[in-house]
């Protein structure tokens, strides 16, 4: 068989629209897919977003028991040291007045 240019020219239109098809279809699928990619990191990033807040309140709230429990142990010991102050004073009026 003889190559002529014409005997080429005609698989080349088929391949290249089953080619480009194929390759349209192929791109298709990665679109949807990367679609899905982007809604799955979108969908990731609020959970992250809503655990990172919930982490924080109790954080804050862990903090805050804490801060307040601290706070209770020095009124306890200021509450001891003025009443051993006002015991010591009273003892020592009592003494100089009997």
């Given at each position: 068989m003889d190559f002529t240019p014409?005997?080429?020219s005609?698989?080349?239109p088929h391949c290249h629209t089953h080619c480009q098809c194929t390759f349209w279809g192929f791109e298709l699928g990665v679109d949807s897919i990367s679609q899905a990619v982007a809604?799955?990191?979108e969908q990731l990033c609020q959970a992250m977003e809503v655990k990172e807040v919930e982490d924080l309140c109790q954080w804050m709230e862990k903090s805050w028991e804490a801060q307040m429990s601290e706070w209770d142990?020095?009124?306890k010991l200021v509450d001891k040291e003025l009443?051993?102050?006002?015991?010591?004073?009273?003892?020592w009026r009592w003494r100089r007045s009997g």
């Open positions: 014409a005997s080429t005609s698989p080349l809604q799955a990191q142990s020095v009124v009443a051993t102050e006002a015991v010591g004073m009273l003892w």
